[in-house]
Antibody, heavy 117, light 110 residues
Framework: EVQLVESGGGLIQPGGSLRLSCAAS????????MSWVRQAPGKGLEWVSI???????YYADSVKGRFTMSRDNSKNTVYLQMNNLRAEDTAVYYC???????????WGQGTLVTVSS | QSALTQPASVSGSPGQSITISCTGT?????????VSWYLQHPGKAPKLMIYEVSNRPSGVSNRFSGSKSGNTASLTISGLQAEDEADYYCNSHTSGSTVVFGGGTKVTVL
C-alpha cells in the first residue's frame, strides 16, 4: 500500500529554519517525481517544489533561494529544507507522488508550519 | 509562474451538469497533456479526480470527465450530487519543468 507520512512541522519564528520530511512506503521515491504543495489557512493549493527521478529540482518563485528539496534513497524519504522563513510561509505542507500523470493521486496527511513571533 | 485561472465558484442543482474551466497559456495547459484535477473537502488532503487531461483514476465516478481545448482545460461533473460539493483545483506541468495550480473553484450543490 502506498503511503506518505510528513513530519517536521511546527511553530517557528520569522527568519528561522525548519526541515520537513516525507517518508514513503509501498513504492520507491527515486522512481517517481515528488512534489511539495502547501495550503495557507483558508487559501488554495500552491505548488512549492518538485524533484524528478533524475534528481533535478525546481521551485516556485516564492520560495526559490530559501527552500531546498532533496531525497534520501536509502531512507525512501524526501525532504524540504526551509530557511529564512516568513509569515507568508505559514501553511499546511503536503508531499505528493507525481501530480498530473498516471502515477499521481497519493498525498500525505500534511504537516502544519506556523511562522510567527 | 502565474496561477491558472479558475472561476471562484460554480453551482448547480442535483442531477444537473456543471463545467469548471481552467485557463492557462501555451507554456502550461496548452503545451502539454499534463493537466490534472483534484477535489478537496475542508481539512482533508486533495483527491485526484482526473489526470493527463481526461483520464479517470480507478474508483472515480464516470460522472467526472476532463477535456482540453487550446489553453483551457475543463472538468465536467454530470448528474451533480450533494457529495460533489467541495473545492476543485486544476494543475499543469509547465515549460519550465515546474507545476502551476489554479486558484480553486468552490462547487455548491443547490
Amino acid at each position: 500500500e502506498v503511503q506518505l507520512v510528513e513530519s517536521g512541522g511546527g511553530l517557528i519564528q520569522p527568519g528561522g529554519s525548519l526541515r520537513l520530511s516525507c517518508a514513503a512506503s509501498g513504492f520507491t521515491v527515486s522512481s517517481y517525481y515528488m512534489s511539495w504543495v502547501r495550503q495557507a489557512p483558508g487559501k488554495g493549493l500552491e505548488w512549492v517544489s518538485i524533484i524528478y527521478s533524475g534528481g533535478s529540482t525546481y521551485y516556485a518563485d516564492s520560495v526559490k533561494g530559501r527552500f531546498t528539496m532533496s531525497r534520501d534513497n536509502s531512507k525512501n524519504t524526501v525532504y524540504l529544507q526551509m530557511n529564512n522563513l516568513r509569515a507568508e510561509d505559514t501553511a499546511v505542507y503536503y508531499c505528493a507522488r507525481a501530480l498530473y500523470s498516471s502515477d499521481a493521486g497519493f498525498w500525505g496527511q500534511g504537516t502544519l508550519v506556523t511562522v510567527s513571533s | 509562474q502565474s496561477a491558472l485561472t479558475q472561476p471562484a465558484s460554480v453551482s448547480g442543482s442535483p442531477g444537473q451538469s456543471i463545467t469548471i474551466s481552467c485557463t492557462g497559456t501555451s507554456s502550461d495547459v496548452g503545451g502539454y497533456d499534463y493537466v490534472s484535477w483534484y477535489l478537496q473537502h475542508p481539512g482533508k488532503a486533495p483527491k485526484l479526480m482526473i489526470y493527463e487531461v481526461s483520464n479517470r483514476p480507478s474508483g472515480v465516478s464516470n460522472r467526472f470527465s476532463g477535456s482540453k481545448s487550446g489553453n483551457t482545460a475543463s472538468l465536467t461533473i454530470s448528474g451533480l450530487q450533494a457529495e460533489d460539493e467541495a473545492d476543485y483545483y486544476c494543475n499543469s506541468h509547465t515549460s519550465g519543468s515546474t507545476v502551476v495550480f489554479g486558484g480553486g473553484t468552490k462547487v455548491t450543490v443547490l
